[in-house]
């Protein structure tokens, strides 16, 4: 097989003096906050609950201004809650806190990760393109007393959005690359369908954080590079945590002679550290997110995070029944399929025309 691997050592060598700081600082700070985490659990009294939860309230507002300083002084990461008007900021609050939340059902975390996709797309698109706006004239069932239609004004993007090819690190990031090019063909005035590149890419699980290797699987993807040099290619992965996967990509389509136009990353959550990485190691790369964690526990998972979001929203594979791509878009069912068709489409184009 032919495979690319890249190591943890390797990744790390992007960081510099100040971003090894700024990540020792929130490791110590996340430290405090387990220790009252140890303290709520075990605390008994209505009144020592309360207490503890108001120290720990102020312990997360600590950290997230830590990180919104970290942020502010880089022009490529791009955290939601610290780029919009405070008055946006509760949305996706109760978007990442469904998200999070143990309780939440399969399809109630599709749902909630369709929303924050389009939450997403306004940071990157909506804004910058409030200026200068499109308009949609649309035919309405109204037919009384004649035809009507009606007039609406949206976001002008078209630069920003019709050169774009969906790079997909399978599997977790499937469904909300879909999301994400559905979302731009909403926006495009000529309703562009967006390329597919699929990139057959894991983590090696079985190493710890500081020893993980990044494994690209060339004879189980389906691209073609000539379709990649000069465009803006968008990475939407649910969870950014090493930033290894998107850097490993990345780094074997710039050694393969691929000069995107831009390359931009779309998390629902992503580490500090994940950030810094992969921002360090590519030039023109922007860090999109919904919402910023912390840390990394030793195992490269997002603390305090929401589990493993490829099972959540793909469900769960035995050791011996790997699904494939096509196998995960059957079993999304028939309102998805139908909701994406021409993506579907074109993903299906990319795979059996390879």
């Not at 399978?170 to 597919?196: C, D, H």
């Amino acid at each position: 097989m032919s495979k690319v691997i890249l190591k943890a050592e390797d990744l790390d060598g992007y960081l510099g003096e100040a971003d090894r700081q700024s990540l020792a600082q929130m490791d110590g700070m996340y430290e405090h906050a387990v220790a009252l985490f140890e303290r709520l659990s075990a605390a008994g009294s209505t009144a020592a609950k309360r207490d503890i939860e108001s120290a720990l309230v102020d312990s997360y507002n600590h950290m997230g201004q830590v990180m919104r300083d970290i942020c502010k002084k880089e022009g490529r990461i791009k955290v939601y809650s610290f780029e919009t008007p405070r008055e946006s900021h509760g949305e996706a609050s109760r978007l990442i806190a469904k998200l999070r939340d143990e309780n939440t059902q399969r399809h109630e975390f599709t749902y909630y990760t369709q929303r924050a996709y389009e939450l997403l797309f306004n940071l990157a698109y909506g804004y910058a393109g409030s200026r200068n706006k499109n308009y949609l004239i649309v035919k309405t069932p109204v037919r009384n007393p004649v035809q009507n239609y009606a007039v609406h004004k949206i976001p002008n993007v078209d630069n920003a959005i019709n050169s774009t090819v969906m790079c997909v690190m399978l599997r977790g990031a499937l469904l909300p690359s879909i999301i994400m090019s559905k979302e731009i063909e909403e926006y495009s005035s000529s309703s562009y369908v967006t390329p597919f590149a699929l990139f057959k890419i894991k983590r090696d699980d079985s190493k710890d954080e500081a020893g993980m290797e990044y494994i690209l699987d060339l004879d189980r993807s389906y691209f073609r590079l000539e379709d990649l040099d000069g465009k803006d290619l968008v990475f939407a992965d649910p969870m950014n945590a090493t930033g290894g996967s998107l850097v490993t990509v990345v780094k074997y389509l710039l050694d393969q002679g691929v000069r995107p136009r831009s390359i931009q990353c779309f998390n629902v959550i992503c580490a500090l550290k994940g950030a810094l990485r992969t921002m360090r190691a590519v030039d023109n790369l922007t860090v999109y997110t919904l919402w910023m964690d912390p840390v990394l526990n030793k195992l490269a998972y997002i603390m305090p995070g929401l589990g493993d979001a490829g099972d959540r929203i793909n469900g769960t594979d035995s050791d011996d029944d790997v699904r494939d791509m096509i196998r995960l878009i059957a079993d999304y069912g028939s309102g998805i399929t139908s909701l994406y068709r021409k993506q579907i489409r074109t993903i299906e184009q990319t795979v059996l025309h390879r």
